[in-house]
């Protein structure tokens, strides 16, 4: 059996060999080599470490920080930006964007028309981000786009404590921010169906406004869930417990896929207990590669909301292929996603 042999012990050895065989310029050798091989070792390591620090900081130094008030500089031509005042002192920012088919009537326009433009019959999605970054994330604006494409009103809000948004982010903050959303809308939108789209940390905020609204008598007209959680507590542990999270939380790119400005301890947004006691048609959106929530997330909310709703057509759940590569975030790049959400919403009407 070999016998385990600690560092003073191996010098120990290595000592008394070089004694005994009395080859010393060989061992000199070796013991120059082997202090070599640390130096080496050790710049290895401290060239990691300045890398790891500067990539990410250029990226910030060198990326023209996007102006949230004019969506139009990034060339979203048919979107308005807003703020609602949610609460004292809570100013939250928020992306309106029409139907696609009336992008050239939308030229110029000022707010009074986005807000008649609501009444306008299209059906209107609420778009909830996920957790890090901001309305302007290029996967946020990809699903706004489809949706829009597709011929529906979409808005995206930035929570408070998130990119101008004001206020401290807490979770019984978010949801308020999305009921005097979701509120605002209604006031504005006539008979047109209101759903919610809430994507990773988004998708709790969904589920548990929506049970908020049950308590109010009220519900969303249709629910989809993209690279959803059963509930935060158990993601943001498992998340947390990453050694190196924690370092990149002051950066951008990164930080997407964080829990970032929310303190994960204090969130719980329990989608699993929430569907429990949902009526809403819901369609949960999955890729299989998604490396942030495993695909068996999706499966057990499936499971949990059809037992729930004791309905095959009031609860889908739509899985895309692993070899695509979506990942988390992915999906809004899927040629099949408007049709997926155009059936969907047609299931609403029947
Ligand atoms: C929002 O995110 C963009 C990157 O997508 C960044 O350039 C911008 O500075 C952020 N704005 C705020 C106010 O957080
Ligand atoms: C405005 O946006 C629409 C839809 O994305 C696009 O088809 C159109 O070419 C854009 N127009 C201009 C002037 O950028």
Redesign the pocket.
Known sequence: MKKRINKSERKFQYAGRSQQSGQKPKDLNLHARSQWQWIWTKMGLLSLCILSVSIPLLLHLF????D?SRPSDIGLNHTINMYLTPGEAVRVGVWHTVPEHRWKEAQGKDLDWYENALGDGSPIFIYLHGNG??R??PHRIGIANVLSAVGYHVLVLDYRGF??STGEPTEAGLCTDVLYLYHWVKARSGNSPVCVWGHSLGSGVASTTAVKLLEQGKQFDGIILEGAFLNARMETNKLTEHPFTWFYWKF?YIQYFLFNPLKSKDLNLPTDENLQKIQTPLMILHAEDDHLVPFASAQEIYRIAKKAQNSDEHVKLVRFDGALEYLHNGLYKDPGLPNIIREFMQSLMT
């Open positions: 990326s023209d920080s996007i949230l970054g901001n302007s994330a990119g101008d951008p």
